[in-house]
């Protein structure tokens, strides 16, 4: 099955790319090249209520084998980005990452406010299966978060450490 290209919406942006499913063995070898941009986070995770508001793109080059999807995932190379470009986010959220608690008890007690982020980014490699950071960044007037670790696909666990800067 080959799809190309394929060009859908999602969350009020738009995936771009190719897609192939070779069915000829016995276990299917997944191939996808795709591309995504102006893809909403409000949209995206409609069931989190943190005030942030943002579009996101990014691009997933990947190749697995299975006869699931989570199986494809599970053996999954290649290498997946992410970017955001300006938007807003929780300062309370920022707060708690940096683990600011007299800040953090002022925006409980009172109201949050937004913060501007300026960008976020993560570029991963991956292999068997595994996401492995090679930059991670996300930055605000207020804080500057970094990252590094992993994202286990096969596994289906984070073990990724954030290091906030607090500009203050």
């Not at 955001?84 to 608690?101: F, H, K, P, T």
């Not at 960008?119 to 950071?133: K, L």
Request: charged share 25%; hydrophobic share 45%; aromatic share 2%.
């Amino acid at each position: 099955l080959k799809i190309q290209p394929l060009e859908v919406g999602l969350a009020g942006g738009q995936v771009h790319g190719d897609v192939i499913l070779d069915a000829r063995r016995e276990v299917i070898v997944a191939v996808a090249d795709l591309r995504a941009s102006a893809v909403e986070l409000p949209r995206l995770f409609p069931r989190i209520k943190a005030t942030s508001v943002g579009r996101i793109g990014g691009e997933a080059a990947l190749e697995g084998r299975g006869n699931s999807v989570a199986r494809m995932l599970a053996t999954a190379d290649g290498e997946v980005t992410a970017v955001m470009g300006a938007g807003q986010v929780s300062n309370l959220l920022l707060e708690l990452a940096g683990l600011d608690i007299a800040e953090s008890l002022r925006f409980l007690i009172g109201k949050d406010r937004s913060v501007r982020l300026r960008c976020a980014y993560a570029d991963f490699g991956v292999d068997e299966g595994v996401a492995r950071t090679r930059s991670l960044a996300f930055d605000t007037t207020d804080t500057v978060i970094l990252g590094k670790g992993s994202i286990s696909l096969r596994e289906e666990e984070l073990d990724l450490v954030l290091r906030p800067r607090p500009k203050d």
